[in-house]
């Protein structure tokens, strides 16, 4: 079992940036590979980036590839997304999520989620 807490959204300016944090706690973090996903309202929930059981691999969204970029911290068991130069279409809850074979980008590879952290971004 993983819980998973999300930090860090908030409501910025477009071109601005934020750094999302996702707190890990159980047993084998190690294990898992991590992603994130965000969902804006009235859409589905979709791939934003994940970063594999090392951290040494990372896959991104084309939306977002070159922006953003997602990193983990094994020892803090910290999953973390600097998000740059952001657009008004970035605005959507973010979610973190593990339990994926490493850089899975579907849903139904994830077994563990967060609860979420809203991010805005105002043009």
């Known amino acids: 079992q993983v819980q998973l807490v999300e930090s860090g959204g908030g409501s910025v300016q477009a071109g601005d940036s934020l750094r999302l944090s996702c707190a890990a706690s159980?047993?084998?973090?190690?294990?898992?590979?991590m992603g994130w996903f965000r969902q804006a309202p009235g859409k589905e929930r979709m791939f934003v980036a994940a970063?594999?059981?090392?951290?040494?691999?990372?896959y991104y969204d084309d939306s977002v590839k070159g922006r953003f970029t997602i990193s983990r911290d094994n020892d803090k068991a910290m999953v973390y997304l600097q998000m740059n130069n952001l657009h008004p279409e970035d605005t959507a809850v973010y979610y973190c999520?593990?339990?994926?074979?490493?850089?899975?980008?579907?849903?139904?590879?994830?077994?563990?989620w967060g609860q979420g952290t809203q991010v805005i971004v105002s043009s």
């Open positions: 970063v594999s059981r090392s951290g040494d691999n990372t």
């Open positions: 159980g047993r084998f973090f190690t294990s898992y590979g």
């Open positions: 999520a593990a339990g994926a074979p490493n850089l899975a980008s579907m849903r139904r590879h994830y077994t563990y």
